[in-house]
């Protein structure tokens, strides 16, 4: 399985055994036969051995295993769509019909101040934290104020730019056929995201969402969201304890963990006894800056790639019969 050929960032090849490539400084990635996708220009690796066993291991152990934890935003969903930047399941609301252009400016404004922050690498996570719940908590607020009705959400996502990673069928399908659980676990609107995940006929019976749910009153108006807030840096047991699902996957012992932040990393700390984890991390934006952070927490990281093909393939791989 280790065997093969390293390919580091800049195209030298080394054999495998190598960890750096000693001629120009940088990360290797090591080329599996059974995962050609690894072979993408995208993908970028700083410990392949490691991650190769990673693959085995979780292989040996079979898909009943097996689950998927995956953020939404950003992961699921696309970063880019035709050179702009596609909407997340919160802006999908904050550019809707439904939203005064006051609210929109105000939602935008918002916007503009925190993401900087929260995808800041030189900001550390407790500083950011409080900020978060600031960002989250006025969003919300004025997202009540707008009077949603629960029966627009369907229309809102239809008429929206938001895209699901080209190959989310796939991905979808494949851990439907083998009964591989899908915990969604998202920092968005739970009500606009499975709505997305409905439209796109993949919203299977082994898919499980927790995120922030909004919470209508009699007569279908929004009044206020769902406790706990669930912001990018909170995404850990404090907001899953009390959720029965989450208990429910503690025979589940491998793991692979997909997301687009470093808050996503934590994603399965609330999993007992893990015995192989295989972090994925999308790296949508600023890359530069952002790499050496996201290569030391994440096992394998994709560049601006907008497919979910190395996840696929790799999933491939695991439950194919042998
Ligand atoms: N008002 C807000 C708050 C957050 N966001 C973005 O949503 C993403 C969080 O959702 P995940 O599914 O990724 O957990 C995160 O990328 C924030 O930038 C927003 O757009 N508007
Ligand atoms: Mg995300």
Redesign the pocket.
């Known amino acids: 399985m280790v065997s093969g050929a390293l390919r580091c960032g800049r195209g030298t090849r080394r054999s495998c055994g190598v960890r750096s490539c000693a001629v120009c400084v940088c990360v290797c990635v090591c080329v599996c036969p059974q995962v050609p996708e690894l072979q993408k220009t995208t993908v970028r690796i700083q410990q392949p051995e490691r991650v190769m066993g990673v693959i085995s291991a979780i292989k040996e152990q079979g898909s009943s295993k097996l689950q998927v934890i995956s ?5 699921l969903s696309r970063f880019g769509c035709n050179g702009r930047r596609c909407p ?4 999908i609301l904050d550019n809707s019909r439904v939203i005064s252009e006051d609210g929109k400016k105000k939602l935008k404004d ?2 503009q101040h925190y ?1 900087p922050i ?1 995808i800041d690498p030189n900001r550390s996570l407790e500083e950011k934290r409080p900020l978060m719940v600031e ?2 908590t006025r ?1 919300h607020e004025l997202l009540t104020q707008q009077k949603i009705q629960k029966g627009d959400i369907a229309q809102i996502v239809r008429e929206s730019d938001v895209m699901l990673r080209d190959g989310f069928n796939e991905l979808f399908d494949q851990l439907h056929k083998y009964n591989v659980p899908m915990f969604i676990f ?3 609107v739970g009500d606009v995201l499975e709505e997305i995940i409905r439209q796109a006929n993949v919203f299977y019976p082994n898919v499980n969402v927790v995120s922030n749910y909004m919470d209508f009153d009699d007569s279908g108006v929004l009044k206020c969201f769902k406790s706990p807030l669930i912001h ?1 840096y909170n ?1 850990n047991n404090s907001v899953l304890q009390g959720t029965a699902y989450f208990q429910q996957l503690s025979t589940r012992t491998s793991i692979i963990l997909l997301g ?2 470093m808050g996503d990393l934590t994603m399965a700390d609330g999993v007992p006894s893990v015995e192989n984890i295989l972090k994925i991390g999308f790296l949508n934006d600023k890359v530069e800056e952002r790499r050496g952070k996201y290569l030391d927490a994440y096992d394998i990281v994709l560049e601006s790639d907008e497919t979910l093909d190395v996840v696929n393939g790799i999933l491939r791989y695991i439950l194919m019969e042998t």
């Open positions: 953020d939404f935003d950003m992961t997340t399941s919160h802006n918002l916007l993401y929260e960002w989250w969003a998202s920092a968005g990018t995404k687009d932040s």
